[in-house]
């Protein structure tokens, strides 16, 4: 099974960027369709931004569009969220997580529930 860990969680102020990397141990990344989530103080947890394991097709929350970049660092296994102007609604804890089995397809959900692999996240704080 698939073990996540991110990291580039931080606190930052109003405007600024941080860039939250998501690495796997017992399986290659790269074959996975990856999905970066957040879950805010008493909020559900949110859907932010995921990448296909075909194609690199990428897909966001309206509420990152423009601001929020999601790549796959193939070289290094990797999966990385480039978050830029970043405000304080921002502030979370950001997940990273995949499905169960490797994707064939050039396709990617922020539906929760297609993930089974979830790492144990990282917090982001962004002051005003």
């Known amino acids: 099974q698939l073990q996540l860990v991110e990291s580039g969680g931080g606190l930052v102020q109003s405007g600024g960027s941080l860039k939250l990397s998501c690495e796997a141990s017992g399986g290659i990344l790269n074959f996975y369709a990856v999905a970066w989530f957040r879950q805010a103080p008493g909020k559900g947890r949110e859907g932010v931004s995921c990448i296909s394991a075909i194609d690199d097709i990428t897909h966001y929350a309206d509420s990152v569009k423009g601001r929020f970049t999601i790549s796959r660092d193939s070289a290094h296994y990797m999966v990385d969220l480039q978050m830029n102007n970043l405000m304080p609604a921002d502030t979370a804890v950001y997940y990273c997580?995949?499905?169960?089995?490797?994707?064939?397809?050039?396709?990617?959900?922020?539906?929760?529930?297609?993930?089974?692999?979830w790492g144990q996240g990282t917090q982001v704080a962004v002051s005003p």
């Open positions: 997580a995949t499905e169960g089995t490797e994707s064939v397809q050039s396709l990617c959900s922020l539906q929760e529930d297609k993930y089974l692999n």
